[in-house]
């Protein structure tokens, strides 16, 4: 598919880096202040600890060259990492910022620093190092100080018009709270389950926009070696009726297990619709998420997934679960105070298959306002507002807080 793409239009004067190695090249320097609060009111589970609490800065260094000229190009990317410790104590640990040493106190810092080799032909492009893939099967869950980073090699390949094909080997991790590389572990709905260390992450799948990129078919695999295989398929189409933007976004899993089943049989089959309605600066929401077969979901840890109804504090996709959601989204743009917006979001569920002979029911509210400073001398000074009550009958209530500042330097 990708050569007969390259048959049909490939001209090698037009595969030439247009900026060059060096005129191409970016950097940017973020600067990343995070407060980040769970209370734990209601303690289910081998962690007793009743709360997390902890402060941190956090740098994150992004450099990207441009392609030597020629048929096919050739660069670099280089990131590199810095967390600053603020505040914790060994009683208040484990909130994803900082990581634990083996006395039970965070560490004062940790540091990063990783390259990518990136090689380009046409609309075709191969990367081997330090990777940060954004996929259905491996969503990109920059949600703590700094993101985390797999080691390996991926392809992505744009071709054909509207369609984007990637594939990947990824053999090791560095988590959101570590420096080194790791393993990779599942989780099975919010358990981690450690013990059961996998050698790589195979993934391969494309997406095809189309309808003049208002609809959006996907096909995915995903494969954690010896522990479970994961197919997704799903569908993304935006309207405009009126004054109103209809949107919909359906997605289907299935997973079993895979290879030496390190973690026994996996049986799961999940759904997701969450649908929306925009006019001006609202958007309103309203989703469905359903759990089949006899497992919770499987994810790579410790990631979040473009399922529906999850959030970063509960994941709606325990054994058996059906959840709802409601949200309401406004950008005060429409008000004349652009950079200001806010999300309000409650999601409920039940029919949890707890293994304990009952059912298992959970609610989330959360709170998120965002603002980025327009003008002046804090241009671009973005700071969020997350506040979370979750509430369950077979895990760890939640009362959550995030207070988060950032700021990007663009050097050149």
Known sequence: MVSG????????????????????????????????????????????????????????????????????????????????????????????????????????EYSRLGATFKAKLSNTELKVGELQPNLTVLTFSDIRLLPPSYQGVSVTSAEIAGLTVQGGHLTSTSLRNEAGDEKMIAMLGHLPQRGADSD??????????????????????????????????????????????????????????????????????????????????????????????????????????????????????????????????????????PGLTTTLRYITGNNVDTGQGFEGKDRERDLDIGYVVQSGALQGLGVRVRNVMARSNYRSDIDENRLIFSYTWKLF
């Open 5 to 108: 793409g390259l048959a049909a239009g490939f001209t090698p004067l037009a595969v030439s880096a247009a900026d060059g190695f060096i005129e191409g090249s970016s950097a940017t320097l973020q600067a990343r202040n995070y407060y980040f609060s769970r209370d734990y009111s209601d303690i289910v589970g081998a962690n007793q600890q009743s709360k997390a609490e902890e402060w941190a800065q956090g740098f994150i260094l992004n450099f990207k060259s441009g392609y030597t000229p020629g048929v096919v190009g050739f660069g670099v990317d280089a990131i590199g990492l810095l967390g600053l410790k603020l505040d914790s104590s060994p009683d208040r640990v484990n909130t994803g910022l900082l990581p634990v040493k083996d006395d039970g106190r965070a560490a004062d």
């Open 200 to 337: 790589a992450f195979n993934y391969a799948g494309g997406d095809y926009a189309f309808n003049a990129n208002r609809t959006t078919a996907s096909a995915w695999y995903g494969q954690l070696e010896d522990i479970y295989q994961q197919g997704f398929l799903g569908l993304k189409h935006s309207q405009p009726v009126g004054n109103w933007v209809l949107g919909a976004n359906l997605g289907y899993f299935n997973a079993k297990e895979d290879g030496d089943q390190l973690l026994g049989k996996i049986d799961n089959q999940a759904f997701f619709s969450l649908l929306s309605a925009k006019r001006g600066g609202h958007t309103f929401y309203v989703g469905y998420q359903a759990m089949y077969g006899d497992s919770s979901f499987p994810r790579v840890f410790a990631n979040i997934t473009p399922l529906g109804n999850e959030v970063p504090t509960y994941e709606f996709a325990f054994a058996d679960e059906r959840s709802w959601q409601a949200r309401y989204d406004y950008d005060f743009t429409a008000m004349g105070i």
